[in-house]
């Protein structure tokens, strides 16, 4: 249970100022009051020991003791949506509402705490109106923007979640991330619609506002490819080594067939040996596995396979991996020349197959969700860019 129970322990201050309040008054309302602090720590100990039923009984108690409760009754509801029973919060947080006496501050804390509710329940439109009728409230207002925020990037409504995330960027840096990706959902939006332009914009504000944003840079490289600019598309991939060194595997076949398009336009076979040059540098500067592999998997045109498997050869001697042996023995199978390679080899390669043949995945770093393919949201945890590629 650990922090999680720490939204228990706010009504404790609140609590503390009603027990004060109520210190002078009649030995009837001091039993009452006994009683409350007596059942709220009962009803704490249950949940440090994770007994939630026992607490949320304990908690039910103090509410039917002394309805004026307020802080025990968002305490009661949190707990509720805590454990997926909505429908139970839905209906404290509705109570509160609508009580005339409610203090304005805990009137829009209950109408945060419905929206919540809400948007657990999948009801976005009900939760968003709720949000923006909350007003400018300094204590509320950074919750509700985080919860808009939110709903508009479940919604997918890019427009919105960048207006909101810029909204928060000025007094929480974090926000950045998610808003370089909404600037790339809208560039992948303008480039369904063939709005290069558009979508140019959008991925240039989504590097200035993150310019670590390996995502933008590598739809920067697909638009200029799209474009024929193969220059500025090679220039881009090789941007992404100082952004971020796990994403290389990313920019290989995207970066090399660049070259193979940049070689065959200019009519320049000699732009693939710089292809090798650059690939055997970045394996020199940045020596993964993942890179090699990736960079195995690549079909390059004859004219430079040989160099680049001498390259992988070396790679593969200098750092040995299950990967690496995958690689030589098929190399040394071609280099035999041999219609039937050896039956040692090939068992050998069977074995070898069998152990590496999932090749690389991608492992979210926050959740461990594993995936065969890149997602810049982590299905699993809901985070941006916490899913790297990984070699087993
Ligand atoms: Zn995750």
Not at 14 to 41: H, N, P, V
Not at 166 to 195: F, I, V, W
Not at 300 to 320: C, G, I, K, R, Y
Request: with cysteine.
């Amino acid at each position: 249970m650990g922090s999680e129970v720490l939204f228990l322990l706010l009504p404790l201050a609140a609590l503390s100022g009603w027990l004060i309040a109520r210190r002078g008054e009649s030995r009837r309302q001091q039993r009452l009051c006994r009683k409350m602090t007596d059942g709220y720590f009962a009803g704490l100990n249950h949940l440090l020991t994770d007994r939630e039923d026992e607490a949320i009984e304990e908690f039910l108690k103090l509410c039917h003791a002394d309805s004026e409760t307020v802080e025990i009754h968002f305490a009661l509801a949190n707990l509720f949506r805590r454990r997926g029973e909505v429908e139970r919060a839905i209906h404290i947080h509705q109570n509160l509402i609508a009580r005339p006496a409610l203090q304005r501050h805990q009137h829009n804390r209950a109408l945060l705490e419905l929206a919540h509710d809400y948007f657990k329940a999948g009801l976005f439109d009900r939760a968003e109106s709720l949000l923006l009728d909350i007003g400018d409230e300094p204590r509320l207002k950074a919750e509700s923007l985080k919860q808009l925020q939110k709903i508009y990037q479940q919604e997918h409504e890019w427009e919105r979640a960048i207006q909101i995330a810029t909204l928060r960027l000025k007094d929480n840096p974090a926000a950045a991330l998610p808003l370089s990706h909404y600037y790339c959902e809208q560039a992948l939006s303008d480039l369904q619609k063939a709005e290069r332009r558009l979508a140019l914009v959008a991925l240039n504000t989504a590097v200035k506002v993150a310019p670590g944003s390996v995502r933008a840079t590598l739809l920067l490289g697909e638009v200029y490819q799209q474009s024929q600019d193969y220059a500025a598309a090679v220039a881009a991939y090789e941007r992404v080594e100082h952004q971020d060194r796990e994403l290389l595997t990313e920019i290989v076949s995207p970066l090399c067939r660049c070259y193979e398009l940049m070689a065959s336009a200019h009519s320049q076979p000699s732009l693939l040996d710089k292809l090798t040059v650059y690939l055997k540098g970045l394996l020199e500067r940045q020596p993964q596995p993942a890179l090699a592999v990736a960079i195995a998997q690549y079909r390059f045109p004859l004219a430079v396979q040989s160099q680049v498997h001498q390259l992988l050869e070396q790679f593969f001697l200098n750092t040995p991996s299950l990967h690496g042996v995958r690689f030589l023995i098929e190399r040394w199978i071609e280099q035999s020349g041999r219609v039937t390679p050896p039956t040692s080899l090939q068992r050998l390669q069977w074995v070898v197959n069998k152990i590496s043949e999932s090749g690389n995945i991608y492992l979210c770093h926050h959740c461990g969700f594993e995936a065969k393919t890149l997602y810049w949201l982590c299905p699993g945890c809901k985070q941006w860019s916490t899913i790297k590629p990984y070699v087993r």
